[in-house]
């Protein structure tokens, strides 16, 4: 069973991060609201994998992953922030994360995601998947064929990869290609469920061979 140590700055939500995990079968060991703390009881809940809030008071959160690394280096560390920015997803990444989810993620992805890392495979929530193929197709339109090879993804649904990471609605994808907002709606939920589970290493490695993530 996982032993999972998480980590928020507030409160309430860290208090319902324990109550949703113990409610899926997670074994919480340990929880902390600043860096501090989180070092502090590590050693002692000996735990298997660390639910880290990049946003947690204290020490900078970026400095605490190479030190994690180095002074347990069988830990794995899902890092969780709000921001699917892939500058940030590759800086935890590159400083020891095994993950990076977002806040607003549903529990049984996250469950999922700490069963990924504690396996030791890397793990990217769908919602950054997405993200994250989207600004790769904008930046290189000829990685499309790679991502259709990897990730199963029809042409149809890279060219609405290609469109909502330019920001648009389902509104305005459906009237650029000639289509109702339900049939874009679907090609969003297609995406998401390629991206997530068994492909999310394929993700990972086609990210990091077009520059967004270190290999």
């Keep these: ?18 109550k949703d995990m113990e409610a899926a079968g997670v074994g919480v060991v340990g929880d902390a609201g600043t860096g501090e703390e989180l070092l502090a009881q590590l050693t002692n809940a000996a735990p298997t994998v660390v639910l880290l809030d990049l ?14 690394r180095e002074q347990y280096p069988q830990l794995r560390v899902l890092v969780r922030g709000e921001l699917t920015n892939e500058h940030y997803v590759a800086r935890s990444f590159d400083l020891g994360a ?38 790769l197709f904008v930046s290189n339109p000829g990685a499309s064929d790679a991502a259709r090879a990897a990730l ?43 991206t997530q589970a068994k492909n999310t290493a394929a993700l990972i490695k086609l990210a990091a061979r077009q520059g967004l993530l270190p290999e």
């Design 1 to 18: 069973m996982i032993r999972l140590f998480l980590t928020d700055g507030h409160s309430p939500t860290r208090e319902a991060l324990r």
């Design 55 to 68: 946003s947690l008071p204290g020490p900078d959160v970026f400095a605490l992953l190479p030190a994690l």
């Design 152 to 194: 199963g993804l029809s042409k149809r649904e890279i060219e609405v990869l290609g469109l909502v990471a330019q920001g648009m609605t389902n509104a305005e994808i459906a009237t650029k290609l000639f289509t109702s907002k339900r049939t874009i709606e679907t090609h969003r939920q297609n995406i998401i469920a390629k």
């Design 98 to 135: 095994h993950g990076y989810v977002l806040k607003n993620i549903m529990p049984a992805e996250l469950v999922y995601g700490l069963s990924t890392v504690a396996a030791g495979r890397q793990f990217l929530c769908s919602a950054i998947g997405v993200a994250l193929l989207g600004r």
